[in-house]
């Protein structure tokens, strides 16, 4: 088992419609047929959308995106229309809105990898591929890539594993010319970003991004970017490969979760149990550390 501990009912506002709630955003559309995504506080692991929520996570997802979608506006266009406040909306919902633009979106998970851990690193262990890429002999966790790769993913359901799928598989699926248009546009932004990161200190390991259509059919980047929960940032001056890296992400939350402290078997079906307040506490602190030392401004 797994999806929603506690699964949370829909925020009713005038003039929208709830049409979905993600493990982290809910969507809505308003009367133009925009849509707009609202960032919430909570955070996921294992498949699991845990009870507990990160204070304040949901503005740094949000507010993060928007920075990075200005560093990228010259690269390839991105689905924001405005971050104004819905009439009637809650006023919990500033600083953590988009309205966006409703596009044909692409049932593919962008994944660009430079370095190699995580399940790519569990493929590369068996059979020295990932995602059907041949790679050199002798990699670890936290290994550099020759170059960085494109390794896409089929999108899941909440509480389900995306799951890794060759290229050619994507392009049997949505069309050559599309796959090849997606491996493209996340090299490219994976590059961008992949520098900017560096610049402060960063490795940007690796990450996934969604794209979709608009109606002239550009290529369009949308959903959240390179955030913690889409990212993985790793302390460049902590890097070594050979061993797992400290990231600044929902680590602290796995870590508790998997230790004699939680009381929980992450094999049983039962959901996992409320968070305590120290590891909440250490998480939201991960999540502006990554904001601040991307941005260069400070949170509070």
């Not at 928007?66 to 909306?89: K, M, R």
């Not at 170059?147 to 999108?155: L, R, Y």
């Not at 900017?196 to 996934?208: F, N, Q, S, Y």
Request: one cysteine or more; glycine letters at 8%; a negative charge.
């Amino acid at each position: 088992m797994s999806g929603f501990v506690e699964k949370p009912e829909a925020v009713e506002v005038p003039g929208l419609t709830h049409l979905h709630t993600g493990k982290v955003r809910d969507l809505y559309q308003n009367a133009a047929g925009d849509l707009v995504m609202v960032a919430s506080d909570r955070i996921s692991a294992f498949d699991w959308v845990l009870p507990t929520e990160i204070p304040d996570k949901g503005r740094v997802l949000t507010q993060l995106s928007l920075w990075w979608f200005d560093q990228l506006a010259d690269l390839i266009p991105n689905h924001v229309l405005s971050t104004e406040l819905p009439p009637g909306a809650p006023a919990d919902w500033e600083g953590r809105t988009t309205v966006c633009k409703s596009l044909a979106m692409i049932p593919v998970e962008c994944v660009a990898r430079g370095y190699l851990t995580g399940s790519g690193l569990v493929e590369y262990q068996q059979t020295r591929t990932v995602c059907g890429l041949a790679l050199p002999e002798g990699l670890t966790d936290g290994s550099e890539l020759p170059a960085a790769i494109f390794t896409p993913a089929t999108k899941a359901a909440v509480g389900e594993h995306d799951e890794n799928v060759a290229y050619e598989e994507v392009a049997r699926q949505i069309g050559a010319e599309t796959a090849a248009q997606l491996r493209q546009a996340t090299l490219a932004v994976y590059g961008r970003a992949r520098g900017i990161a560096c610049e402060r200190g960063i490795v940007l390991a690796d990450t996934k991004f969604e794209f979709g259509f608009d109606g002239a059919r550009q290529l369009t980047l949308a959903d959240e970017v390179l955030t913690p929960d889409s990212s993985r940032f790793w302390p460049a001056d902590t890097w070594e490969p050979g061993r797992a890296q400290p990231s600044f992400d929902k680590q602290y939350v796995r870590d508790w979760l998997t230790s004699p402290a939680s009381g929980w078997d992450r094999k049983s079906e039962q959901p996992p149990p409320p968070l305590p307040r120290e590891t909440v506490d250490r998480t939201r602190a991960k999540y502006i550390e990554a904001y601040e030392r991307l941005t260069g401004t400070s949170w509070e």
